[in-house]
């Protein structure tokens, strides 16, 4: 049970939402199974539930990890960021702590350049989804009349940013930056929704942005 339970936990961490059914034919196992495990992580805190709208016909029941269960995944490198960022922002003064995070994302922007030049927006976000996955993010978008949603279903930087928010400008920037169109975040885990969600409109792209804004 505790390698099934450990499997199940691992898999709403990187794709939280899920129903049963989805659930069960991941894991490989009978759905049965699954509800016995969930109850069981159910009573412990670790995950919850509710329902959700999906299309025409009756809502469908999704399971996600609380913030109880997270912790179950924190490592090393994560205490060490939260304690550099306290000795951070202990130092500096508020503005310059939040000048590093958008040049540091800045940066990041710069060694893809050339990659999402001659891209179509669209293909830049694919680009930019793929780019945000490997740095541990599960993420989706979809176009939606004269804008595009991009999504991001969960976020590496969760922990972190219960206490220190400020890392929420590297993908934002990151964003921005690659598609030189502002994005509008207008959804955010850390405020307590269930994904991050950027508004992007729809039109023409140029050349990435990675100037760096001055600060007064």
């Not at 699954?34 to 299309?55: N, P, Q």
């Not at 025409?56 to 990890?65: C, E, H, K, S």
């Not at 964003?175 to 959804?187: E, S, W």
């Not at 929704?193 to 140029?206: K, R």
Request: net charge negative; proline share 6%; aromatic share 6%.
């Amino acid at each position: 049970m505790g390698k099934t339970r450990d499997r199940l936990l691992r898999l709403l961490l990187t794709r939280p939402r899920r129903t049963v059914k989805e659930l069960a034919e991941e894991l490989g196992i009978n759905p049965i199974s699954v509800r016995h495990h969930l109850t069981r992580l159910e009573a412990e805190g670790l995950i919850t539930s509710e329902e959700e709208r999906h299309g025409v016909g009756r809502p469908r029941r999704v399971y996600f990890l609380t913030p109880l269960g997270l912790e179950k995944f924190p490592s090393r490198y994560v205490q060490f960021t939260v304690r550099l960022l306290q000795q951070l922002k202990e130092t500096l003064p508020p503005h310059m702590v939040g000048q590093l995070f958008t040049q540091m994302a800045r940066q990041m922007a710069q060694d893809y350049v050339d990659q999402v030049e001659d891209l179509s927006l669209e293909e830049r976000l694919d680009f930019l989804a793929h780019l945000l996955q490997q740095e541990g993010f599960t993420v989706e978008w979809e176009r939606e009349g004269d804008r595009y949603l991009l999504r991001e279903i969960s976020c590496p930087y969760l922990h972190i940013g219960q206490n220190h928010p400020e890392v929420c400008a590297v993908d934002e920037t990151l964003i921005a930056a690659l598609l030189n169109i502002p994005a509008a975040r207008v959804q955010c885990i850390l405020d307590g929704d269930h994904v991050c969600t950027y508004v992007i409109p729809a039109q023409q792209v140029g050349p990435p942005n990675l100037k760096q804004e001055q600060t007064p």
